[in-house]
Structures are given as C-alpha cells and as structure tokens.
C-alpha cells in the first residue's frame, strides 16, 4: 500500500521561506517520479515541481522556478520542497503525488497524499 504523508505547510509572510516534507511508504521501484502540486481555493490543482527518484533530475512550473527547490534524501524515502521568496499567490494547498511514468499531469499521477496548507499573508 503507498502512502505519501505530507507535513511543514503554516502560516508565512510574503517573502518568507518554507520547506514542504513528503514521507512515502510502499513505493520500492526506484525509476518512478514523485512530485508538488497545489490548489488554491475555487482553481483547478496545478504541476509545482518534480523529480525522477533514482537519479534525481528536476522539473518546475515556471510560476516557481528560481523561488522553489525540490529534493529528495534517499535513506529517508522523503521528498522535499524549500519553498523561499514567497507570495500571497503561492497560498494553496500542497500535495505530494507520485508516478511511474507522468511528472506533471495531475490527471495522470497514480498516488497522492492528502495535502498540507500553506497561507502566505501580505
């Protein structure tokens, strides 16, 4: 059973700085993505960034890139999101999901986690 629990989402200030965490279980392949996206209040649930497990290429939205930095530590089996520069606009919901083969068409991610709350206030 895969299992992707999200954690570090809270309240912040535009231009502060967060790091999302993303525990996952389950998951033995190592060629497989895992990846952030987020859903703002009434919008549809939009790509963040990704990265291919096993030899650790990036992918970003280029909404966020330059500002968020995904990552991964293999002996934990986490992935992580340092999320810096931040704006009102990046207030959302964040969700971890992973894949076999997609990295960032939501409609096509197989697992995901149930999401953890960022709020950037101005």
């Known amino acids: 059973q895969v299992q992707l629990v999200e954690s570090g989402g809270g309240l912040v200030q535009a231009g502060d700085s967060l790091r999302l965490s993303c525990a996952a279980s389950?998951?033995?392949?190592?060629?497989?993505?895992m990846a952030w996206f987020r859903q703002a209040p009434g919008k549809e649930r939009e790509f963040v960034s990704s990265i291919r497990w096993n030899v650790g290429s990036t992918h970003y939205a280029s909404s966020v890139e330059g500002r968020f930095t995904i990552s991964r530590d293999i002996t934990k089996n986490t992935v992580y999101l340092q999320m810096n520069s931040l704006k009102p606009e990046d207030t959302a919901v964040y969700y971890c999901?992973?894949?076999?083969?997609?990295?960032?068409?939501?409609?096509?991610?197989?697992?995901w986690g149930k999401g953890t709350l960022v709020t950037v206030s101005s």
């Open positions: 389950g998951l033995t392949l190592s060629s497989y993505y």
């Open positions: 999901a992973a894949d076999l083969f997609n990295r960032d068409r939501p409609e096509r991610m197989g697992w």
